[in-house]
């Protein structure tokens, strides 16, 4: 005699609906999540990168001005008694970045009684964005140094 269907131990053949659907939902989190973190980090790294080149250029055209110090004193003192910044020049390894020279700080403008970075009549390279990046050129880096 043949055994009933109820006798016959049942199988799992497979998931349900339910759990393929909530595995899919998950998945979709994951990958929505990671998709939405990728232009970020992007950006992120892009502004260390400009970060960095800022201050490279700003160090490497302070180790110029120390060099032609040496040669020639009254340099440093002509950058210390500035008018007005000079001319942005446009840094060839980054054309976002340009470089001038100052005896004051476009970062910090009000004198603050013990700060030393607002001091006037020290001579700084002062690190922008080019006006073909950025119109509103704003300032990156700023480094002062005396002799």
């Keep these: 005699m043949l055994p009933s269907l109820r006798q016959i131990p049942r199988r799992r053949q497979g998931f349900t609906l339910v759990e393929v659907l909530v595995a899919l939902a998950l998945l979709l989190a994951g990958i ?15 502004e260390a990168i400009l970060k960095g080149n800022a201050v490279m ?3 490497q055209k302070v180790e110029e001005m ?39 700080s476009l970062q910090a403008t009000t004198d603050t009684p013990g700060d030393p970075r607002d001091d006037t009549q020290v001579p700084r390279v002062i690190v922008r964005l080019a006006a073909d990046f950025n119109p509103a050129e704003p300032v990156v880096y700023e480094l002062r140094f005396d002799q």
């Design 32 to 46: 929505v999540a990671i998709v939405q973190l990728f232009p970020v980090s992007l950006r992120a790294n892009s």
């Design 66 to 104: 120390r060099l032609l110090h040496d040669r020639q004193a009254q340099v440093i003192e002509e950058i210390r008694n500035l008018p007005e910044p000079t001319a942005p020049i446009v840094w060839p390894l980054d054309t976002r970045l340009t470089y001038s020279y100052y005896g004051r």
């Design 57 to 59: 250029l700003a160090h």
